[in-house]
């Protein structure tokens, strides 16, 4: 396995992060990781404005992620904030109707360069986000992923991880979202 190295989103790894989401067609038909901003992402916005405000986001401090870097290339990244960074959620009549506290963080998305994915890049991001929160003065953490045991699921539509990698990280299930989601929760000092 490759050693990865793990960075925050900032104005100086900003330029990292859009050749990615360039090299990718601006991830996920032009997201730009904005969809769980409260901007959110739709028919009526183009790339171009997902990319404009996701750079406004970062330059202002009000975007997290963990970048995970291959030598001097991002290959991917881990995004997570406070709720009130990441207000939009899928899911969310049933993560409404079970609901008894918000969370301090949430995870909320991961892109792996198409030539990275099945290496530990997502698992190395998840480290970094929670390196970071502890950082930034910890609390409780929440995810929503996918569990994927015992089925075959494409990587590239894992955007909140698998349960199997939260748990391996010290996440706990709280309480099932769908068929195959769920809602993870961990404290973070």
Known sequence: M???QVKPLDETTW??????VDGHNGVWGGCWCMAFHAEGVGRT???AQNRSEKECRVREGRAHAALVYDGPHCVGWCQFGPTD???RIKHRRAYLDGLSALPDWRITCFFVHRGYRHRGVASAALDGALQEIARLGGGTVESYPEDVDGRSASASFLHNGTVAMF?????ARTRRLGKHHWVVTRVVT
């Not at 330029?15 to 990615?20: C, E, I, M, T, V």
């Not at 748990?167 to 996440?171: A, L, N, Q, S, Y």
């Open 2 to 4: 490759t050693d990865f």
């Open 15 to 20: 330029p990292d992060f859009a050749r990615l």
């Open 45 to 47: 916005k183009t790339p």
């Open 85 to 87: 960074e990441l207000p």
């Open 167 to 171: 748990e391996r990280h010290g996440f």
